[in-house]
């Protein structure tokens, strides 16, 4: 597998993931994706506790039990702009992992990213800004184990301020980000920003 640095896809998740476009019917204030509340920030030191990192193995499958995600992985590459592609938008239960880059489980920045919704309602990453910090998410991955994270923080960020280097910048341990669209809503552009979760490799389930 080649690798590449995470911050080619810098930003461009920002705008892929969902666009609203159900909320106009009934009402945006009603039927919003909860957002992550100043409680679920990062502060101080993170945890530098971590289960000792995997070799590289492709993962398949996403599951995170506190907000009812249970979702196969696809594999995602850039488009002709350079942009990370995308999950197909009319299968609302799927996720992608970014394939040139680090995978869950291994030393460095793994990313997941998810739509939060398609054009009939809520899709698999719609909760993830309810997510608390030291919820669990695990993924499988295709050598037989499963790479068991915890949370450390759960962020919004408005496509304006995205912080490039602190979400796709790598690490020295593993750490995995999981990624959809949120923030502020505009019935004109959509989504404004992003979710972030945040978390670090805390098991491995053989």
């Not at 159900?22 to 909860?34: E, K, N, S, V, Y």
């Not at 398609?118 to 919820?135: E, I």
Request: charged share 20%; glycine share 12%; net charge neutral.
């Amino acid at each position: 597998m080649r690798r590449l640095s995470n911050t080619v896809i810098a930003g461009v998740t920002v705008v892929a993931l969902g666009t609203g476009a159900w909320l106009l019917g009934d009402g945006a204030a009603r039927h919003a994706p909860p957002q992550p509340s100043a409680a679920q920030a990062g502060a101080g030191h993170p945890d530098p506790r971590s289960a000792p990192a995997l070799p590289p193995s492709p993962p398949d499958r996403v599951r995170i039990p506190s907000i009812r995600v249970d979702a196969p992985l696809m594999g995602l590459g850039l488009n002709r702009s350079g942009s990370l592609d995308v999950p197909p938008a009319a299968d609302k239960n799927l996720a992608g992992w970014y394939a040139a880059g680090t995978t869950p489980g291994e030393t460095g920045t793994a990313i997941v990213a998810g739509h939060v919704d398609n054009a009939d309602g809520p899709a698999v990453f719609y909760d993830l800004g309810a997510l608390k910090k030291g919820a669990r998410i695990e993924t499988d991955r295709l050598d037989g184990s499963t790479a068991v994270f915890s949370v450390d923080s759960v962020e919004v960020y408005d496509a304006a301020h995205f912080p490039d280097e602190k979400v796709y910048g790598p690490s020295r341990r593993p750490e995995l980000r999981v990624i959809t669209c949120g923030g502020g809503y505009s019935r004109s552009t959509g989504y404004q920003g992003n979710v972030v979760v945040f978390a670090h490799l805390t098991a491995t389930i053989r």
